[in-house]
T-cell receptor
Framework: DVKVTQSSRYLVKRTGEKVFLECVQDMDHENMFWYRQDPGLGLRLIYFSYDVKMKEKGDIPEGYSVSREKKERFSLILESASTNQTSMYLC???????????FGPGTRLTVL | QKEVEQNSGPLSVPEGAIASLNCTYSDRGSQSFFWYRQYSGKSPELIMSIYSNGDKEDGRFTAQLNKASQYVSLLIRDSQPSDSATYLCAVNGEGQAGTALIFGKGTTLSVSS
């Protein structure tokens, strides 16, 4: 079974803090994704990566950056957290070209 | 802007009935179609994928694809209370950057016992 894990299920941070969300997959997948999910807005793609050190902007990259130094790990960084970044953050991974994405359990981030 | 549209619901059906969930998409070049189930507070879980016109069955679930009409549907037979969840339709498109999927906002299904 594909396993995608995320570093925290719940996280509370203060405005202006730097926040790191980590995602690890154990299936040697090439592609990894970060989404946020908000009521009424659905899943929105923040960034994705096709390979180590490669990254592509999704639909809403503003205020976020990512890092992929190892194939199995994809990190989302909020450089200076703001209250409008309070959301559920979901990581997904996918075998290259397969189109089928597998999600981690999610991190519910609250920014106060 | 490529879009995936779903009725938000809630769709309410009695236990044992057939639940029918529908999705339309805007990109005529889309090639891959997926249904995910998401329980409240949990992450999406893939339940069906379909790539060719017609029906694809997996247990109580049937996915139907009609590329000419640009819609994909999910039928759940013998609905159970445990099927109560939000169902997300996801579509990939020809020429879409990489393999990033476009998700609909989901349809909430409620199955009453």
């Amino acid at each position: 079974d594909v396993k995608v894990t995320q570093s925290s299920r719940y996280l509370v941070k203060r405005t202006g803090e730097k926040v790191f969300l980590e995602c690890v997959q154990d299936m040697d997948h090439e592609n990894m994704f970060w989404y946020r999910q908000d009521p009424g807005l659905g899943l929105r793609l923040i960034y994705f990566s096709y390979d180590v050190k490669m990254k592509e902007k999704g639909d809403i990259p503003e205020g976020y950056s990512v890092s992929r130094e190892k194939k199995e790990r994809f990190s989302l960084i909020l450089e200076s957290a703001s209250t409008n970044q309070t959301s559920m953050y979901l990581c997904a991974s996918e075998y290259g070209g397969a189109d089928t994405q597998y999600f981690g359990p999610g991190t519910r981030l609250t920014v106060l | 802007q490529k879009e995936v549209e779903q009725n938000s619901g809630p769709l309410s059906v009695p236990e044992g009935a057939i639940a029918s969930l529908n999705c339309t998409y805007s990109d005529r070049g889309s090639q891959s179609f997926f249904w995910y189930r998401q329980y409240s507070g949990k992450s999406p879980e893939l339940i069906m994928s379909i790539y060719s016109n017609g029906d694809k069955e997996d247990g109580r679930f049937t996915a139907q694809l009609n590329k000419a009409s640009q819609y994909v549907s999910l039928l759940i037979r013998d609905s159970q209370p445990s099927d109560s969840a939000t169902y997300l339709c996801a579509v990939n498109g020809e020429g879409q950057a990489g393999t990033a999927l476009i998700f609909g906002k989901g349809t909430t299904l409620s199955v009453s016992s």
